[in-house]
Structure formats: C-alpha cells, structure tokens
C-alpha cells in the first residue's frame, strides 16, 4: 500500500486557488500513479486533509468564509461540508481503492477562531467529534473506508498525544461518538521502546477501534539527510510492538515527510524503507543487518555504510547517543547553514566543539566515496548533496570566530587574509551546494517549491557578500589612516576618523554574543525562521 499525501496539492475543479501555484497533481497524474502501482500489486490511497493544515488554501481571501483560524476549517458551518465533499470526491476519483485517509491531525485551536465568534463557545472535543461524524457520513455515501490519525481534539498536541497517562477513551463523549467504521492511525515517530507503542494500541482498543494502524516513520523533515540511526530505533520499537502476537496489529506503515521547505533528498530514506521492509519479514526483534545491507546494495545500487555515515551531518564530534529517553534528532547542519554568517548568533551553542574538523572529515569521506566505485554503486552519486553540505559547514561553523578575534586584536592582515581565503572558499562552496541542490530538486520533482530554496540560498549569498565587502572596506579604511598617521592604528580613534566613513568599525563583530539555549548544547531542532536573525520579522 501506498498513501499518498497532499493536503491541496491536487487540482479540483472550479477551485483554481486550491493548491495554486504548488505543482498540484492533475487527474491524470494521479491516475498514471495508481496504474503504475497497480501493475506492481500496490494499493494506492489517497491521504488528504479535512479539518486542520489547510493554511495553504486558507491563506488566500477566496477561502476566508471556511476558515475558523489560519489553519482549521470552520466546523458545522454548511459550506463547509459542501466544499469537503467536493475535495473527497475528487480525491478520490482517480483511485481504485476504496480507502481514504481523512488526515484530521493537529487541529490546534479549533473552535477557537470564528468558529467561537459565530457559534459560540463549544467544548474542542464535541466539535471534533461532531466534525468527524460529518465527514464519516459523507464518506459511507460516497462508499469510501475512512482513516484519521488519532490524534484527536482532546490530546492533539506531541504532548498529550504521548503522554501514557492521558488516555483519549476516558473521555465518555469520544467513545460514545466515535463512528465505528472509522479507523484510527497511531502515529509515533519519536519513541524507541516498544513498550510505549503497546499501551498506546492498548487505550485506541478502549476506544473503540480494536483494529488500529501504527505510523512510524523515516527521520527526512526539517532537514537534508535522513536521520537513520535514530530512525532505525524508532522504527525498531515500533514494528516489534506492531509484530506483536498477542497485542500487535495487522496495519502498519513507514512515512515520509518533507516539512519546512522539503530540503532533504528524500532518497536518503531508502535504508530506513530497507530496514523497515526487512522487519516484515522477520518476526525477531531485530534483523539480520548482513543481510539488510546485503539487499540494499543489490536493490538499491549503493553502499549502506556510506549512506548511513551520511546522516552525520547532525551530530556532533562527541556523538548523540540514543536511549530511551530520545526523542528527536537535532537537526545541526540545517541550522548552521541557514544561521546568519554574519552574526552567527547560535555559535555559543558550539563554542566549544570541534565542528570544523569534524565537517572537514565528513566532506572528505564522502567525497572519497563519490571519486570511487560508482559504476558498481550507481546511486551512490546522492551522497553529493551531504558532501556538499558538510563541506560548506566545515568553512563556516567557526568563521566568525575567527573574524572577530582577528578584528579585535587589530590584526588586519589576517582579517584581509580571512575574507580573501576562507569567506570567498565558502561563497564558492555555497554556490556549488546551491547549484547541486537545485539539480536534485528538478530531476525529482516539479520546480514549484524550489522557490522557497532558492530564496533561503539567495539571503545566505547575499549575506555573504555583504560580509566580505565589509570586511575588506574596514581594512582599506584602518591602513589608509594607518598610512596617512605613519603609524598603526590606535584602539581609540573615533574622533580622528572621518565622520562619513562608515567602515572605521564593525558593529556585527563588536556585540558579544550570549548562549540561548541553556543546557541544550547543539541538541536542538530549528526552523529556518529561528535561526536566519535573532530579530523577529514584524
């Protein structure tokens, strides 16, 4: 089986701003999608959203009348359900199956918008739940098996959802409401003991659907490479509590995300697909690697090793262990990239790690693997991506480091030597990355979305310009007054220095920089609009 997920990228018919300008699938598309998997055995399902993370759409005036706040649908109202209807039939149009996956996840805040201002106040869950009866009722007309993830109102936040105490079918107004054709989808990417997976399936039995599904998934969002190593725990856990004999499941699945900008190569995933492929054929707890490793280079065409050495990117020197008390993966390489070079802001969180050798030997090992075997190992050409990245680090993680303690020191020689060598290696590697990237992303897919990329590399560039143009014109104006004065330049000569020379200082190397996250070290998952300033936009 397959699902395949798209909010609104999808194209319905007399709806031109429902995924405009996002390379929606047209009905044909989607239809030679379902002919291909069905050739190969495979059911394809459609996995679309009605209540929450439909802000794509809801953003535009044209949809304002179904919005209850920026990312939920209004509930109860009409046209609504008018329009739900609309979305399901075409969904599900260019499909054999009968499933659909109703998604439903994360509605935060429902309720709480315009929905409160029109109807008044009404409990989340009652308005989840009345919601879902809705929507379940047109599904049984349309004829199609509905599916939702389980998180429901009552514990849609990571927390709640998790937390073992909270248990969704002590809650009388879920279990007594709850349609029982619905099926439910546990989704946990984030534990790496079975034993949790087990009592969560256990409290989705209480409420009601003795048949839950379980969703794990590969470590791909937010970042360029997959997480495999943590992926691989949490994939372990998850499928030993799904094989289980007594208090398994029949349905389980592996997903892929490309949250924050799609970023990663998505084909990173493929030894997490192997390891979760070779779990089905097993019904120990942990698989013959060998052998994994054996059938991903056969089936893949690449070297196991090297693909999971890649997922290096996020950790540091010391290395991240994981236990039972992990749950996420740092996403280091995506925030050092984006961080402005010029005011490194976060760089406190690594003062004192060793990042650049670090990167430096990441680089060189990967490289050493692209330069070899890839006729035997065709696909081993993907790894350029995280070369690329750990490249481009190794020359920025420490550079403003350096910077300021050559600027400090009046050494301007080797703050001149600095932004000749190093800045202008790493502008030159940064382009080399962008320009990989950007091949990547047009052979796989539509170039819809790049725009987002290619504006985050655009400010990196263009900050990078603008460091290195200050810097050499700060060295220009300190050894000419240096020549005019006969002399070198004093610390304290604000006064003598012409007024209308901006360059005489720089402000961005004068500030001291102070840790933001206490105790986190680089444990820590960003955004590219956290790390970008330290200046809200707005």
Not at 52 to 76: C, F, S
Not at 336 to 363: C, G, K, M, T, V
């Amino acid at each position: 089986m397959l699902q395949l997920y798209t909010e609104d990228t999808y194209e319905v018919d007399g709806e031109p701003l429902f995924g405009y300008l996002r390379g929606r699938y047209n009905q044909r598309e989607l239809s030679c999608i379902d002919d291909y998997a069905f050739d190969l055995g495979i059911e394809v399902v459609p996995c679309i959203q009605t209540l929450g993370h439909l802000g794509q759409i809801l953003q535009w005036p044209h949809y304002a009348y179904l919005r209850d706040n920026t990312e939920v649908l209004l509930a109860e109202s009409e046209a609504t359900y008018e329009f739900i209807e609309k979305i399901i039939k075409t969904a599900a149009s260019p499909f054999r199956s009968k499933r659909i996956h109703l998604g439903m996840d994360e509605a935060h805040g429902v309720g709480e918008g315009r929905y409160r201002q029109i109807f008044g106040y009404k409990e989340p869950t009652r308005i989840f739940v009345d919601h879902l009866q809705r929507v379940n009722e047109i599904c049984t007309r349309l004829g199609l098996q509905p599916m939702i993830w389980s998180d429901t109102a009552k514990n849609n936040t990571l927390q709640g959802y998790y937390d073992e105490s909270n248990n969704p079918a002590e809650a009388p107004e879920i279990v007594e409401s709850m349609p029982r054709n619905m099926e439910l989808i546990y989704w946990d990417y984030y534990h790496t003991s079975p034993d949790l997976y087990t009592q969560k399936l256990q409290q989705h039995r209480e409420l009601g659907c003795q048949q839950p599904w379980i969703a794990n998934a590969a470590w791909t969002w937010s970042r360029f490479w997959a997480a495999l190593p943590f992926t691989f725990e949490s994939v372990r856990a998850s499928t030993v509590a799904a094989k289980d004999r007594d208090d398994g499941v029949r349905n389980t699945f592996i997903t892929i995300w490309g949250d924050e900008g799609n970023e990663c190569d998505m084909f990173s995933a493929l030894p997490a697909l192997c390891y979760y492929a070779e779990h089905g054929y097993s019904t120990q707890e942990e698989v013959d690697v060998p052998m994994l490793k054996r059938n991903f280079e056969g089936i893949c065409g690449a070297t196991f090793d090297d693909w999971v050495f890649a997922s290096k990117i996020d950790d540091t020197p010391t290395g991240n262990p994981i236990t039972t008390r992990t749950h996420y993966m740092p996403n280091i390489s995506k925030w050092l990239l984006w961080e402005d070079p010029f005011l490194s802001f976060l760089s406190p969180q690594y003062a004192d790690e060793d990042l650049e050798s670090h990167y430096s030997n990441i680089a060189a090992h990967l490289f050493d693997v692209l330069d070899g075997k890839n006729g035997i190992h065709p696909m081993n050409h993907r790894l350029e991506l995280p070369a690329r990245v750990a490249m481009v680090l190794s020359l920025k993680c420490h550079l403003r480091q350096r910077m300021v303690e050559a600027y400090r020191n009046r050494d301007y020689e080797g703050l001149y030597d600095l932004a000749q060598g190093r800045l202008t290696r790493l502008r030159e590697e940064v382009d080399r990355l962008w320009r990989c990237h950007r091949n990547l992303w047009m052979k796989m897919y539509k170039p819809f979305g790049w725009e987002v990329l290619e504006l985050r590399y655009g400010g990196l560039r263009t900050r990078l310009e603008t460091m290195y143009d200050h810097i050499i014109a700060h060295v220009q104006c300190m050894m000419m007054r240096a020549e005019q004065q006969g002399t070198e330049p004093e610390e304290d000569t604000e006064e003598v220095l012409n007024e209308e020379n901006v360059h005489w200082r720089i402000p961005e190397f004068d500030a001291d920089l102070e840790c933001l996250f206490y105790g986190s070290r680089t444990n820590l998952l960003l955004d590219y609009a956290r790390v970008i300033s330290p200046s809200r936009p707005g």
